[in-house]
C-alpha cells in the first residue's frame, strides 16, 4: 500500500508563513502528480497547488504569488510554503499524490489524513 503523511500545520497570525510537508512511502514505483487541496468549514475541497513530476506547477488564484509547491522526488516528499497568510486561508489542507505502485501497471490517487492550518486575524 501508499501511506501519505503530513505534518507542519499549526496556528499562525495573519502576515505569517508555515510550511507544510507531505512524505509519500510503501511500494512505490513512481510519483507522477502531487499536491495540496484544502477544505474549510462548509466548503468544498479546493485545489491549492499541484506539481507535475518535471517540476511544472499549477496553483489556485487565490494564492499565487503568497504560496509555493515543491518537492524532493527522492525522498517522495512534497512541500507547500505559505506565506502571506490571511484567515481566508484557515483550513485543513490535503496532500495528494498520483502513484504508480510496484508491479501493478497503472496509476493511484492517494490522499493524506490532513492537517489543520489557522489563520488568525
Known amino acids: 500500500q501508499v501511506q501519505l503523511v503530513e505534518s507542519g500545520g499549526g496556528l499562525v497570525q495573519a502576515g505569517g508563513s508555515l510550511r507544510v510537508s507531505c512524505a509519500a512511502s510503501?511500494?512505490?514505483?513512481?510519483?507522477?502528480?502531487m499536491g495540496w487541496y484544502r477544505q474549510a468549514p462548509g466548503k468544498q475541497r479546493e485545489l491549492v497547488a499541484t506539481?507535475?513530476?518535471?517540476?511544472?506547477?499549477n496553483y489556485a488564484d487565490s494564492v499565487k504569488g503568497r504560496f509555493t509547491i515543491s518537492r524532493d522526488n527522492a525522498k517522495n516528499t512534497v512541500y507547500l510554503q505559505m506565506n502571506g497568510l490571511i484567515p481566508e486561508d484557515t483550513a485543513v489542507y490535503y496532500c495528494y499524490a498520483r502513484v504508480r505502485r510496484s508491479q501493478v501497471p497503472w496509476e493511484s490517487d492517494y490522499w493524506g489524513q490532513g492537517t489543520q492550518v489557522t489563520v488568525s486575524s
Open positions: 510503501g511500494s512505490i514505483f513512481s510519483i507522477n502528480a
Open positions: 506539481i507535475a513530476s518535471g517540476g511544472s506547477t
